[in-house]
C-alpha cells in the first residue's frame, strides 16, 4: 500500500476506527497523490514569477490559450476562467458555497461536524465515488423497493454489492417497520449501506416529520448494536417540497455527527436544484460521530474521495463550476429557486386535483402517495404498466415509464399545467381499451 495512503488511514483510526473499517479495499487504498505533478505545479504557480513550464496547458499573454470559434460561445468569460482544470476536489470558492447552501437549507447542520462538499461530475458519479469508497463486493447495500434503477447497476452490476430491499410503503404513508426489520437483521460487527433518496424517485414521496425521525433512529439505533452503518442520503430533488407536513431538512440532518459507527454522506448536486441537468456538477459531504469540524478524519475522506476523481475523471469542468458558484451568489439566488419549485407545486397539485376530480380512474389505476421532486407513480389495477405504456406511446404519443409490471411513473416535472389533465384522461382511455 503506498505510504500517503496508509497515512490518511491512520488518521482516520486516530480519530474513528469504525471508519476505517467501513472502507472498501479500494477506499483504503486510494489517496490523493500530494506529491509528484500536482504538488509541483502547485508549488509552482505559487513561486514561479519568471516562467511557469509545470502545467499541461497551454497559455498565451497571460490566458489560456484558446481558439476564437470556441470562445465566440461563451460571451462574458475570459479564457483561464472557462476553460483551464479544477482541482480535483472542485474549486475551493463553489465547496464553501454549496456548503453555506447546505447550512442555510439544513440550519440543524451547523450543530453537528461535516467534511466540506468535494465536487463530483453529478451526482451520479458521488453515488459511484460512495460505491467505490466504502462497498466490496458481497456487501449488503439496502434499498427501498421504489428505488432508481441507477442504484443497481452501480452497486450490483459493477461492485458486486448483495443488494437487499425493504417495503417503501405502507397503506397512506412510508413502512418504516419493514426498514426497522431490515436493519434488525444485520448483526453486530457487520457492515450496511443503506441509501435513503427523498424526495423519491419514482414516487415522489418525501417522509413527515415522524416518519424521517423513525428512520433516522432505526439507523442509530442499529449503529448502537454495534453494526457498522454508512447512511448514503440522495438528494437529487432536494427543496421540491409541495405539502405542509413533510421533512424540509434533509434526512442528512438527523444522521449527521450523531454516532462513532453511522457515517452519514450527503450525495447532492446542482443537477436539479440549480436545474442545469448536463452541467455534470455534484458533491459529496461527510459526517459522523466523535469527529470535529476540521478533523484529520474528514480531511482524509476528502483526499480519498480526490484520489477516486484524479484517478478516474480528474477533474469535473471548471466552467460547469465557476457558473454554479456565480448562480449560488446571485443576490436572489433563493428566490429564483422558490419561484421554480413554486411552479413545480403547481404541477404536482394540478395532478392531485385531476385524480381527486376523477374518482372513476381508480378502477384502472390509483396514485401512490406523493408530495415532492419531479414525479408521481400510478399503482395500475387492470394489465400491466408495460402494456399500458406500449398502448399510450403507440397510439396517443405519450411517454411514460413502466418502473415495474405495477407501477407507471408520470414526470408531472415536464408537463405544463394545461396538459396535465388530458394525460391523465388519455391514460384512462388507453386502460380503457387494453381491457375492451
Ligand atoms: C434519485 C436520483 N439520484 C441521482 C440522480 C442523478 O443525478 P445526476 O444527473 O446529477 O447524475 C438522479 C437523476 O435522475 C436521480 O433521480
Redesign the pocket.
Known sequence: MNQLAIELNEKIAQVNPHVLEMLSALGRRIYFPVKGILSQSAEAKKLAKRYNASIGTAMELGQAMALDSVMDSLPGWNPSDALLYAPSPGIPELRSAWQEKNLHDNPTLQSYSGSLPVVTN????A?SLAADLFVDANDTVLLPDMN?D?YHLNFQDRIGAKLQFWKFFRTGGLDCASFREALAAQVPGSKILCLL?FPN?PSGYTPTESEGQELADALLATAARGVNVIALV?D??YGLFFEENIMRESLYSKLAGRHPRLLAIKAD?A??ELYV?GL?I?FLTFSVGGAENNSPLYAALEAKTAGLIRSTISNSSQLSQKIALRALRASDFYEQRAAKAELMGKRARAVRQTLDSHPEYAEYFVPYPFNSGYFMCLQIKKGDAETLRQKLLQKFGVGTIAITSTNLRIAFSCLEVNEIPDLFQLIYQAAQEIEA
Open positions: 453529478g451526482l451520479s458519479n453515488i432508481w441507477n433518496n424517485n440522495d437529487a430533488y448536486a443537477t436539479k441537468w455534470r455534484g
